[in-house]
């Protein structure tokens, strides 16, 4: 029997899926890292996240109503692997002056990757017709290139100029 072939509106699915898991992960890991975090503008940008990250779910939630697809999750490898070397830097880094910019490294490579993702849904959302899908899908991008820029700022301003004077001290 032939296999049904793979369209366009497929992959969408199946990468909608994908950063679906990828939200709820971090749902779960920025609370760990706004803790672990020494610098108050790096534990407050890391909460501002964490609410702005469940208004992107919700949003999520809508588009698979627009597509009538439950709204499920597919295991991201790419986001665990991320989140495994934020782990990692938690543990190596604990209590050392560089901590924290690690720890805003991470969230980086995080924002990247979804900037990523939701940049090519929301292309395809335009290209399948979707335009409702499309308009959330953007709103989501920018919020994360605007977390990605307030986090450059902090590492710039704050935590990377600290990180080095504490080891200098």
């Known amino acids: 029997m032939a296999k049904k072939p793979m369209l366009l509106r497929d992959l969408f699915h199946e990468t909608l899926k994908d950063i679906y898991f990828a939200e709820n992960k971090i749902?779960?890991?920025?609370?760990?890292?706004?803790?672990?975090?020494?610098?108050?503008?790096?534990?407050?940008?890391?909460?501002?996240?964490?609410?702005?990250?469940?208004?992107?779910?919700?949003?999520?939630?809508?588009?698979?109503?627009?597509?009538?697809?439950?709204?499920?999750?597919?295991?991201?490898?790419?986001?665990?692997?991320?989140?495994?070397?934020?782990?990692?830097?938690?543990?190596?880094?604990?209590?050392?002056?560089?901590?924290?910019?690690?720890?805003?490294?991470?969230?980086?490579?995080?924002?990247?990757?979804?900037?990523?993702?939701?940049?090519?849904?929301?292309?395809?959302?335009e290209e399948l017709g979707m335009p409702d899908a499309a308009k959330l899908l953007q709103a989501t991008l920018d919020e994360e290139k605007a977390t990605d820029l307030a986090l450059t700022k902090i590492a710039k301003s704050v935590v990377n100029v600290e990180a080095e004077q504490e080891l200098v001290s």
């Open 27 to 125: 749902l779960k890991t920025l609370p760990k890292m706004a803790k672990a975090a020494h610098s108050k503008d790096l534990q407050r940008a890391f909460s501002k996240h964490l609410r702005e990250t469940e208004g992107q779910v919700k949003r999520l939630n809508q588009i698979f109503k627009i597509i009538g697809k439950p709204a499920r999750g597919k295991t991201c490898t790419a986001i665990n692997g991320i989140a495994e070397e934020g782990a990692e830097i938690m543990k190596d880094f604990k209590g050392m002056p560089a901590l924290d910019a690690g720890l805003l490294a991470a969230a980086q490579a995080v924002e990247h990757y979804e900037m990523s993702r939701y940049g090519t849904l929301r292309t395809w959302a």
